[in-house]
């Protein structure tokens, strides 16, 4: 069986729920935070826009060394500026699904901090990671948004705000 193409089928359908979250933020909202431990609307989203791209990297690379990358968020000043970078974020994501191996998707992954590995998975995993991930902290934004009185869009079935999907 072929995992491939239900990979970038859930990935398709992930990007268009994602896409109707980050559309509600505007940017009066990027510094509203719901508590102090929590992180910025801005960056919350930025997260979630750039997730994706973690599919491109666990594909085309062996792993992440946090000691030696130099890593920072993409700068975004404007909802627009949100939707493009989903957008390009699930392109390449979508381009590297496209082009790996069915095999290949059993090679390991890492993610280290220099000497210390943080974890080990196969590529298959950590593309699901990335996905998990994007739920996680969608479902996050969804919070945000209810605590701000903007309506949640259905995801996986009606909202409160959605109930007619």
Not at 4 to 30: C, D, G, R, W, Y
Not at 45 to 70: K, R
Not at 129 to 143: D, I, P
Request: with cysteine; hydrophobic share 40%.
């Amino acid at each position: 069986m072929n995992v491939i193409p239900f990979l970038i089928k859930e990935l398709e359908h992930e990007a268009k729920t994602t896409q109707k979250f980050l559309s509600l933020v505007k940017p009066e909202k990027f510094n509203y935070k719901p508590h102090q431990k929590s992180m910025s609307m801005k960056q919350l989203c930025t997260h979630i826009a750039e997730l994706p791209a973690w599919i491109d990297m666990a594909v085309n690379t062996e792993g992440i060394d946090f000691a030696t990358t130099d890593w920072t968020p993409a700068e975004v000043n404007s909802t627009n500026d949100l939707l493009q970078l989903l957008d390009s974020s699930t392109e390449k994501a979508l381009k590297a699904l496209a082009e790996i191996k069915e095999e290949d998707l059993l090679k390991t992954w890492t993610i280290k901090n220099g000497d210390q590995l943080l974890q080990a998975m196969t590529k298959f995993e950590s593309i699901r990671h990335a996905y998990s991930q994007t739920t996680h902290h969608r479902a996050q934004l969804g919070v945000y948004l209810r605590l701000l009185d903007i309506p949640v869009p259905a995801s996986y079935g009606p909202s409160a705000d959605d109930p007619g999907m």
